[in-house]
């Protein structure tokens, strides 16, 4: 493993970092992206955890939250409407409908046209690689400006929209419809997961990026890539989990290190 650090090391010893990861994804065939809460930090969303987390600054949330919503929806739309939520989805809510892609989301972007990034699997609910401009995306934890049926998995994008009370049944099966996030207790869509499995098992070399690789079962499809034999490359301010797994581990943020890889690729 190669670990190179931002901090206490020259910028030639990042750049050949750098160099390092672009000649594995310039040989690779299929790259896959997974990206989780360091892409938001840098757009001004907080995480949830750590020591400037939502959750510690205003404590953990109750984990039944779809069970909830489910045995009252009306209920729980309304209560949201009134501000009788959690402080710590108050603020996240605000920082979401001010944050904007960085540098990082769109040099991810650039990656894909060039080819260079076949698909991106992300973590984050900010719609923010969508709004960057990625196409082959797999949000695995739903996106905020979209609705979704819980009986046939439709999807109605609200763009800039945010509903005041409760939304129709699903116009295609007549279902209950709900953001599309996904809450406390509640499965992944299945076939978001399906995508993002499939997308996993196709991928020789998984470019993981600003993810603690903590949360499951995301951080799973990590340690199955690694298990089939594909070369795990980590961009992290912070050692994680996955950094024994990696065969490169990048210490650096990326809204610093991808725009220098774009360059790096793009020579």
């Known amino acids: 493993m190669t670990s190179a650090q931002t901090t206490g090391v020259s910028r030639d010893e990042l750049l050949s970092a750098i160099e390092e990861i ?3 994804l310039g040989r690779s065939t299929y790259v896959v992206g997974m990206t989780g809460a360091g892409m938001s930090v840098e757009s001004g969303i907080p995480p949830f955890r750590g020591a400037d987390g939502l959750w510690t600054r205003h404590g ?3 984990m039944d939250g779809y069970s909830q919503f489910k045995k009252d929806p009306t209920g729980w739309w309304d209560r949201r409407t009134n501000q009788e939520i959690d402080a710590h989805i108050i603020e996240l809510r605000d920082a979401l409908a ?7 989301h769109y040099a991810l972007s650039e990656l894909e046209k060039q080819g260079s990034l076949q698909s991106l699997v992300t973590q984050n609910i900010d719609a923010l690689d969508e709004k960057a401009g990625v196409q ?4 695995i934890h739903g996106n905020r400006t979209k609705l979704r049926c819980i009986e046939c998995g439709d999807r109605v994008s609200l763009g800039d929209f945010v509903p005041l009370y409760a939304p129709g049944p699903c116009e295609k099966c007549g279902g209950l419809m709900k953001f599309d996030t996904v809450m406390f207790g509640e499965p992944i869509p299945a ?5 993002a499995r499939a997308e996993i098992d196709r991928a020789d070399c998984i470019l993981a990026i600003g993810t603690s690789a903590t949360v499951r ?3 799973g499809l990590l340690w199955i890539a690694a298990a089939s034999g594909a070369t795990i490359i980590e961009i992290n301010p912070a050692e994680t989990k996955l950094t024994p797994i ?4 990048l210490r650096a943020t990326a809204g610093e290190a991808l725009p220098l890889l774009l360059d790096a690729l793009s020579k």
Do not use: F, K, Q, Y
């Open 22 to 24: 672009a000649v594995i």
């Open 60 to 62: 953990t949330p109750r």
């Open 98 to 104: 001010a944050a904007e892609p960085h540098a990082g």
């Open 136 to 139: 082959n995306l797999i949000e």
């Open 191 to 195: 076939d978001v997961m399906a995508t």
């Open 217 to 219: 079962p995301a951080s």
């Open 246 to 249: 990696c065969d490169v581990s």
